[in-house]
């Protein structure tokens, strides 16, 4: 049956609106409401989202807007981050992120809003009250893109019925570990990260506190003597101590083997503490103490890092309200309140108070004091492809602990961290 | 005014018809194609849309000499789909010829057998993840039962391969079962009834009259099954992250070049490993269909 003309007509022009509309709602992704519409907040899962989650409903009254908070884990985060600012999508207006991980690839491909104006001008917000080190993290030449919300540190989390005082030194917390080992009784003397990138963070740590770093005067540093001597320690700790199938753990499976009392030591995030005490889910709350990162060759060197801060897309409609929420979720005010609930800040304020410290357990306190004195501002190697540069410097870790040689693995990456360092230093341009 | 012939106002009626899927397929399908193509020419890094500049092959020169992540990948991706595929083969014809006459529950084992199809690959590997974790898991309790010592399946170099292989196993082998027993349901009897007259031993019946007669049931199933094994992603990502683990060792060509994308931010090179894995694929389907069309 052959259609009329006016009939086929009809037909095109409806495919015609029906495929725009479409594509215009595929393509076009702008953000419902305008200027107007609900601010839109990804958040990472963590401590900090929990606390100012349960308080976002003020910000909604006194802002008159709605607040759409998504949360998801930190890679699914980095993952939305570069699928939706890739397209200039608008949809997203405050975006936590990581400062060490993301900021630079986002500054340069220039996803992020510049923040210095609105921070000269904000009194209230007393930017000269962020802890110095945190400033310096969200800042690139002078020009600030983010405002750091949590800080940092790794603290020793041990057993206290089965360690009278906690170890001082890596060498005594190696041979304390090694001495309580018991896989058959269901006890490891040592439970830590140790999948290729996502131990990398943490073997800093160990890696300043030899006395190395991950870049020595612009070029690698993963092939020194002090280098060398941190990975086989590591190494060395987690085979001989750890639970089998250290290679493929992060702080995921860490948590519920140190909670579910299965380990003796554990060192990772001192922000993330209530996961490994908390009553609900945790068998050994009662009994688990803190201490201070031990001393290596080099004396007591961790990391001391803003680990997740706020920013604003750049595509975004309302950056103003996004300022806003921004101020609000990480002025004075709300960070004390934070601290008080036990999310370490990197506010000098939060830090001066004393009941604020009182919130945390005291030998946690006392070990966030050591690691604030002592620590180094990173964590990772400082680059744009950080990815890149974790999975580089993360193979030595990985020989180590299957105790495959261990030279020849820092040696091989140390000379492809050189290389990757040359073309990093030209893809730095902001 | 010229007089349009019926066949004229036929063909421009079927390009009217037609426009709205050719759009939809133009953009959708042969827009992302074309734009990988074009990526995998230039050096693009960080941003999509970000200045770049046209390196003509390089980045396929640079995927191909690659021996120490491309060429391991490529071999783990036809690994895991040869060791895949061939066990849910043999699983899935025997489980078929066993469920092929009618039996007492029969509704039943049919329905449960459905339950691993109807999880996604991603809840799949987290369950998966909880039952074969090294320390908390369950299956290492189990083995402790009958003195076998704790194994520590995706926490090893050496097992993770082999542990993805059973998890995928284990959800995919019903939909092989299936896909055989409708081609078993549509067989005659008679041959079969004929071997058994003439004294056949029922594997001579169903090696010389079944198994020949099922073959392009069996090719077609393969080509289904491993278009969608050398494709695997959730399942892998989701049990051993980025990279494919701490060496890589569940690192295929499709978590290969996802970690350069996301993790590496670079499209380029990631384009260039896709476009490559593409022509894989196609030539591994043109192989299989071409087998097919001889065996029907």
Redesign the interface.
Known sequence: MMLKRRDALRILGLSAVLSSSALGLAGCGRSSGGANGPLRVAMVNHVWTDAVRSKIGEFEDLAGRRVLVSTMTSDQLSNTYNVKLNASAPDLDVMMYRPLQEQLLFARNGWLAELDDLLAEDDDYDWADVQDAAKDRVTIDGRVFGVPVVTERPTLYYRRDLVDAPPTTLTEMLETARRLHDPGAGLHGFTGRGQRAGAVSMFSSYLYSFGGDFIVDGRSGVGTPEALAAYEYYGRLLRETGPIGSTNMTLEQITPIFAQGKAVFAIDADAVYQNFIDPATSLVGDRTGFAAFPAGPAGSRPFNIPSWGLTINVFSERRDAAWEFIRWASGPEMTLRLQNEGVPSARDSAWADQESLASFPPDLAESMAAGIATGVGADRPDVVQVGRARDIVGRPIVASILGDDVAASARDASEEFDDFLVRDARQRQL | MAIRT?EQ??R??KW??L??AL??IG?MIVFPIIYTVYLSLTDA??????DSSFIGLLNFSDALSDMRRFWPAVGRTVVFTIAAVALELTLGLALAMLLRRPFRGMRWVRTIMMVPLLATPVAVGVLWLLIL????GIANTLLGFVGIP????????AQ?LPTLVLIDVWQWTPMMTLLLLAGLSTLPNEPDEAALVDGASPWQRFRHVTLPMLTTTIITALVLRSVDALKTFDLIYAT????G???HEAETLNIYAY?L?????EYGLAAAVLVVFTVIIVLIVLALRRRSAKAS
């Open positions: 019926l106002e036929n421009r009626l009217t018809m426009a709205p759009i939809f953009v890094f960080g941003a999509v849309n970000a974790d090294p320390t908390t704790p194994q520590p399946f995706l926490g090893s170099i993770s051993k992250g980025p990279g683990g701490s060496s970690g994308t996301f993790d590496y931010q």
